[in-house]
């Protein structure tokens, strides 16, 4: 049985070598903790220990809760711990921590909504019929608060806070809850709650069992392409950063061979080179495109002022001329409006809709891109599509 995670689809999304690297060729890379993912898993210990005891009648202190929480610090760092923001010490994360407990304790002290009945569970959601898929359940903590209602929790200890409309779209929690649905008889609603502790802020969303079970779909839906993948290329981003094959990967060979290089080489060599060369152009080009910009404006601000002096609406150089035009243009409601709305509502009324509606191609193309109809519709786009092959030139930082 193929058991996937939201973190195995979600590595897949953000970037397809890495998750080749990491669950088809299972490479092994020495793997270090970035002091993000350290505090997180301490905070995550120090929680699970404040419920774990909880069940067994023993409410500890805060005091004794931090003591857990510093002694769980120093016995698990080691100087390996990568600190990808330079301008902070590992003690400012530990302190971070010890702020985000305190916080959570005073706000929910004294721990007695509902019972505990799963804390850091591991188990398996099937996925279809024939057990094929499976999905990993891993809740921090699962309650039973009574009559059928049951609460996913979740622990934040990161430094952003989302939309709630992002939650609300949430597919962790949400598949942990069509568990929960599957596992207790008197389940009725799940309450997915999620404790943002560098906020002090706890936030919730809920699901319709329809929604569950379309999202139970669409994720074996998913799981079922990233099978059937053939190519998986990288993909840049600043989530390179806390990447494990960051070392391997050959996106970042050459900024590591620059490293190697002594000053004269590195500056010698020719894709920095072609790099330095290429960003000097493009600034040279933009402040170009500036100046020439503002020079025009004013140029048809003077033509304007000289056709209405002259009272012409022509004027002439020495091999072209001007003719200036007034217009005047018309404006819709904008897209997404309540108007915008009202009048395509008032078109489709009047049968003139076809008549004025245009094919909007950037959607075809995402839909087409992100599998977004049935197979039978993307089978009849997919017909009338064409692709295109091109390269794009983006600049980042480093
Ligand atoms: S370093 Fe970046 S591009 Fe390379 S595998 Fe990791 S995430 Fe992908």
Request: glycine share 4%; proline share 2%.
């Amino acid at each position: 049985m193929a058991a996937f995670s939201i973190s195995k689809i979600g590595t897949y999304e953000s970037c397809p070598l890495q998750y080749k690297y990491a669950y088809i060729e299972r490479r092994k890379v020495e793997v270090k903790d970035t002091v993000e993912t350290f505090l997180g898993s301490r905070v995550h210990e120090a929680l699970e220990k404040l419920y774990r005891d909880k069940q067994f009648e023993k409410l500890l202190s805060l005091e004794e809760l931090l003591g857990h929480y510093n002694r769980i610090w120093e016995d698990e760092w080691d100087d390996t711990v990568i600190l990808v923001k330079k301008d902070y010490e590992p003690d400012n994360y530990r302190k971070v921590g010890e702020r985000q407990l305190s916080d959570y304790y005073r706000r929910h002290y004294p721990f007695n909504k509902g019972r505990v009945i799963g804390l850091e569970t591991k188990s398996y959601l099937p996925l279809d019929e024939e057990g094929t898929y499976s999905f990993h359940i891993r809740i921090d903590r699962l309650m039973s608060m009574g009559e059928g209602l049951y609460e996913v929790h979740d622990y934040k200890t990161g430094s952003s806070l989302p939309e709630q409309e992002s939650l609300d779209k949430d597919r962790q929690l949400a598949m942990y809850s069509l568990w929960v649905k599957e596992q207790f008889k008197d389940f009725k609603k799940a309450r997915l709650v999620w404790h943002y502790l560098n906020f002090d802020k706890e936030m919730e969303s809920f699901r319709t069992n329809e929604e569950l079970e379309e999202l139970r779909q669409a994720i074996l839906k998913e799981i079922k392409g990233i099978e059937a993948a053939e190519e998986f290329p990288a993909s840049v981003s600043e989530l390179c950063n806390w990447c494990r094959y960051k070392s391997i990967c050959p996106e970042w060979r050459h900024e590591a061979e620059l490293e190697e290089k002594e000053e004269n080489e590195y500056l010698n060599d020719p894709g920095l080179k072609l790099v330095d060369e290429y960003v000097r152009l493009k600034e040279e080009l933009k402040k170009h495109q500036k100046e020439a910009g503002d020079k025009l404006n004013k140029i048809e601000e003077a033509l304007l002022e000289f056709c209405k002096r002259e009272h012409v609406f022509t004027v002439f150089g020495s091999e072209k001329k001007v003719s200036v035009s007034e217009y005047r243009d018309m404006a819709f409601p904008d897209k997404n409006t309540k108007e915008r709305k009202e009048l395509v509502a008032e078109l489709k009324k009047m049968g003139k809709w076809d008549e004025v509606s245009a094919i909007d191609v950037y959607s075809l193309k995402n839909i087409l891109k992100n599998q977004g109809w049935g197979e039978k519709e993307l089978a009849l786009l997919k017909r009338f599509a064409e692709e295109k092959k091109g390269y794009r030139f983006s600049l980042k930082k480093k």
